[in-house]
């Protein structure tokens, strides 16, 4: 994956609820959480490693993903919310920036409603979380994962420079397990919330959302509804980007987290 970045980056647990929550950290500064997409945690990414530069940052694989274990009981997104939550009370990080991508915007914009006093801000990139007003959120279990993932990014050409043109076993491995637990938790309705909407009001943090212009995944129109309903947010289009924005232009997305999260 040309993306992937280089800095050393601490592998660790906490143990919530019972269950083994693995995540990873480097950096110093303020602390950064981060929730990552429906399809699992590629870990260290370029984007990252920048963000890293000026803050602590936490890459957790959530609860049912990656290398933390499966709570067989979950069966709604908020119930990884509440998860998460605990785990970030469990490793004593307090306030925090918490941000999200994909799925795991749905998931940081829960927390986020359910204890705003954790949230110092929060970054929304490419999130699900919102039934679109217009066109609809893509059913990734409709269809393999080559190619759903591929329709993430802005072109073919554009995915086969970061995932190669044969994918990794570990990596489709991922792929796979990730399915699982995002059938759990968001199937029905998929990817959104119906309650959600009605509790961002209740969010004061100051919160950026981030989409790429091209995200044939998540409708673009969700950026304008999150924007809409939080009550402090500011929204940045990643021209000809797609879903994937930070695998694409990680460069131009940790800027734009960056400056955000050093003007707070």
Request: hydrophobic share 45%; charged share 20%; aromatic share 10%.
């Amino acid at each position: 994956m040309s993306a992937t970045a280089t800095m050393p980056a601490t592998d660790l647990r906490v143990t919530v609820c019972s269950r083994a929550v693995r995540y990873v950290k480097a950096g110093t500064g303020a602390p950064v959480v981060v929730f990552h997409h429906s399809t699992g945690s590629l870990g260290w990414t370029a984007a990252l490693e920048a963000l890293a530069e000026h803050n602590e940052v936490y890459v957790f694989d959530m609860p049912g993903y990656g290398g933390s274990e499966r709570p067989e009981w979950a069966r709604d997104t908020r119930d990884l919310a509440v998860l998460m939550n605990q785990a970030i009370e469990a490793i004593g990080l307090g306030k925090a920036h918490l941000l999200g991508f994909g799925f795991g915007g749905f998931v940081a914009a829960e927390l986020a409603t359910m204890d705003p006093s954790r949230v110092r801000t929060l970054t929304l990139v490419g999130a699900a979380g919102l039934k679109p007003r217009e066109g609809e959120i893509m059913d990734e279990m409709l269809m393999d994962h080559v190619e759903y993932m591929e329709r993430g990014f802005r072109d073919k050409a554009h995915f086969e420079a970061f995932f190669g043109t044969e994918q990794e076993k570990s990596v489709k491995d991922l792929w796979d397990y990730s399915r699982e637990m995002t059938a759990r938790v968001a199937w029905k309705p998929f990817m959104f919330s119906n309650r959600l909407p009605h509790h961002l009001d209740g969010v004061p943090a100051p919160a950026l959302l981030i989409w790429g212009a091209a995200d044939a995944v998540i409708p673009p129109i969700c950026a304008q509804q999150y924007h809409d309903a939080l009550p402090n947010a500011r929204l940045e289009i990643v021209a000809d980007a797609g879903h994937y924005v930070e695998y694409e232009e990680p460069a131009t997305v940790a800027k734009l987290i960056g400056d955000f999260l050093a003007s707070h």
